[in-house]
Nanobody
Framework: QVQLVESGGGSVQAGGSLRLSCAVS????????MGWFRQAPGKERERVAQ????????YYADSMKGRFIISRALSESTGYLQMNDLNPEDTAMYYC????????????WGQGTQVTVSS
């Protein structure tokens, strides 16, 4: 069973940065597509970014391109999301997610970590 544990959320002022971490256990890390999704109150969950098992392919939502960077550390079985130039519209619960094999809608979800950006 894949287990995902997020950390690194918090409150920050507009223009600031945060780095989210996702510790993975229960499955071969390199065989998982890792991703970050977010959900704001009253809105649907949306994809932020995903990264393939070998780290060679990344996907970003248009509004995150150039501001967010997804990465993974194989030796640590950990995924990361570096978020820069945050704005209040980025306020949401952020979820780490994983899918076995090729990237797509995830099979496994973390419990989420709150990110709040104030103006």
């Amino acid at each position: 069973q894949v287990q995902l544990v997020e950390s690194g959320g918090g409150s920050v002022q507009a223009g600031g940065s945060l780095r989210l971490s996702c510790a993975v256990s229960g499955y071969t890390f390199a065989r998982l597509c890792m991703g970050w999704f977010r959900q704001a109150p009253g809105k649907e969950r949306e994809r932020v970014a995903q990264i393939s098992g070998d780290g060679g392919t990344t996907y970003y939502a248009d509004s995150m391109k150039g501001r967010f960077i997804i990465s993974r550390a194989l030796s640590e079985s950990t995924g990361y999301l570096q978020m820069n130039d945050l704005n209040p519209e980025d306020t949401a619960m952020y979820y780490c997610a994983a899918k076995i094999g090729t990237c797509g809608w995830p099979n496994y979800w973390g419990q989420g970590t709150q990110v709040t950006v104030s103006s």
